[in-house]
């Protein structure tokens, strides 16, 4: 909480000799690991060979990997990286001065590439794993269509092919997001489509059907497991992703660390928990390790409340329940959240990880309404310059709502967020809140039961 006299530049960059050479391991410092993965034909936890027709085997290891505390990244990752990395941290100046909080205000911005989140630095992960395995290509699913370009990006770089199969709403209403995609070499499918025996199943059920993320995962899965060279690869929730993600926290230290500054508060949205999992792991390495203390918040949306009213079980991560089970805070497979314009913040479960940590209560979470999440949104982008993603608002709503806390108190605290993309794709969203034609729907305890009724007895 001390703000020292040293003068903080309104963005503190690392120096490329400065990047992380090791991904952190949070599941190391753990004392209760997060539940191993269960195969769902058996119900016992996934083995190795278990996961082989799916993931790439690097990709297992470092899944099933709990002991480990720095995983090495390779060279050419770190090549890369370079590219769009390291990103800055920037001191909030303006929002402080705008909002009249005795506060600090950081924030690690992700945007500063084309995919425009911080999903690229899992993708070039996973991307490199596959290509060292000699394998032909990849396939995936995509909502809103981060993942799906930073995938194709990662591809496209290391010359692999990248199927994608994105979610049929997002497909017809994001046809610039597609056309990215098209671009850098990725051929993309509308889910459900008619080129896998799950998506046929969901269309002859439901015609007509605009598709969801749990379906596409599936249609992806299968794609890769029916084509000899190709594995499949998810760009949040699993343990892996959060593992890549680690960069971001990694830098995020190293950056206060430079200039003696200690975080009080740290804050990110949550969809599957990758950004949040990564910006947080080497503090909370400290909190588990005893050598301080720090508030963790997770946000997620009123619409999609996995952490502050799912529950704590085993579930299915995907609708054609083909994907190994997890234990994690859980809405049902079968939950399908209203439309909500935060298309990356939609799934319905959590990281296992995360959602072990918030069960021990070393972790906090909050649910934001839509309405409120734009106009903190508009507010950082009029004062701060940068228009963020409707995702990475929900992090920015929060540490707001913090920085006035400190108002009425007086005190000078240090509040640190994930800024992890922008919201160019995102026009209709903003288009609707400029119009006052926004809605909240939070589903009431009845929506939810029928999610829950879909959670297998395990
Ligand atoms: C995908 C995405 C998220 C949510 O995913 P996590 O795995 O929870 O980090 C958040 N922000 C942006 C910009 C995204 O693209």
Redesign the pocket.
Known sequence: MENESKEIPYKIYLSESEMPTSWYNVRADMKKKPAPLLNPATHKPCTFSDLQPVFCDELIKQELNDTDRLIPIPQEIRDFYKMFRPSPLVRAYCLEKKLGTPAHIYYKF??NNTS????LNSAIAQAYYAKQQGLKGVTTETG?G??GTALSMACAYLGLDCKVFMVKCSYEQKPFRREVMRTYGASVTPSPSMTTDVGKKMNEEFPGTSGSLGCAISEAVETAVKNPGYRYVL???LNQ?LLH?SVIGVETKSALDKYGIKADIII?????????GGLISPFMGEMLRGERNYKFIAVEPASCPSLTRGKFVYDFCDTGHVCPLSKMYTLGSEFIPSANH?G??RYHGM?AILSELYDEGLMEARAVEQTAVFEAAEEFARIEGILP?P??SHAIRVAIDEALKCKETGEAKNIVFGL??TGYFDMKAYEAFNDGKMSDYIPTDEDLKRGFDAIPKI
Do not use: F, I, R
């Open positions: 992700e945007g425009g989140s911080h999903k809103a981060q993942w760009g949040s929730v992703v993600q990110g949205c949550a969809g599957g928990g990758s950004n949040l935060a990356g913040l990281s993603a995702e990475s992890t993309g």
